[in-house]
């Protein structure tokens, strides 16, 4: 019983370079949420999926930074043309259909490192 | 302002002893009150989850309290282990009108280190 999953754990990216993160939900969840979280920070809501469809991209910049859910395979989130402030954990967490207050299940999170 | 509060930023205690974590937040309405435990270089895990009808909430050596009037919540943690040392996060769930979706407003933590 797998619980979220996340790769790569550890990404390194050059400045101008684009950076892939996957995340597989735990079985049965249809829900996926993307979070980035700086040094001695909070985790910061960056948006929220259901199968194929973006619920809410409020946290999420508008350039540079895409999100999918398809109805088959892994969440991705997408940074094209990355810069040194992207640098950062990024965590994936997902939640069974019946959201509300169902606890979310985190992944342990990609490092994103931009040199 | 940050809407959920944190406090003390960090803390050092010895093993056995007990601790008492706060939280004050200002995000109104709200759904629930969550408190997860993140270890260094993991993701969170949910430790409790409580409605804004509830007081307490316990998970084992860890206890959660809610006063949704002063809209402030503590975790206690008693009898310490090394294995307790760790960020300790308030997570207010900020409840949006549209399909009953939760946007959870997360603290920036405290991090306890117990120290044999």
């Known amino acids: 019983n797998a619980g979220v999953m996340q790769n790569p754990r550890h990404l390194v990216r050059r400045r101008g370079q684009e950076a892939r993160l996957r995340c597989s939900p735990m079985k049965g969840h249809s829900h996926v949420y993307w979070y980035r979280q700086l040094p001695e920070e909070g985790l910061k809501f960056m948006v929220y999926l259901q199968k194929e469809n973006i619920i809410d991209e409020s946290g999420m910049p508008k350039e540079r930074f895409s999100a999918e859910f398809p109805k088959e395979g892994p969440s991705i989130l997408r940074i094209q043309q990355v810069v040194r402030g992207d640098s950062a954990a990024y965590f994936c967490a997902s939640s069974p259909p019946q959201g509300g207050n169902s606890p979310l299940h985190f992944g342990n999170g990609t490092r994103l490192t931009v040199t | 302002k940050n809407q959920v509060e944190q406090s003390p930023q960090s803390l050092i205690i010895l093993e056995g002893k007990n601790c008492t974590l706060q939280c004050n937040y200002t995000v109104s309405p709200f759904s629930n009150l969550r408190w997860y435990k993140q270890d260094t270089g993991r993701g969170p895990v949910s430790l409790t989850i409580m409605t804004f009808s509830e007081n307490t909430k316990s998970n084992g050596r860890y206890t959660a309290t809610l006063d949704a009037d002063t809209k402030q919540s503590s975790l206690h943690i008693t009898a310490s282990q090394l294995s307790d040392s760790a960020s300790y996060i308030c997570?207010?769930?900020?409840?949006?009108?549209?399909?009953?979706?939760?946007?959870?407003?997360f603290g920036a933590g405290t991090r306890l280190a117990v120290h044999p």
């Open positions: 997570v207010v769930s900020d409840l949006m009108f549209s399909g009953g979706y939760n946007k959870l407003i």
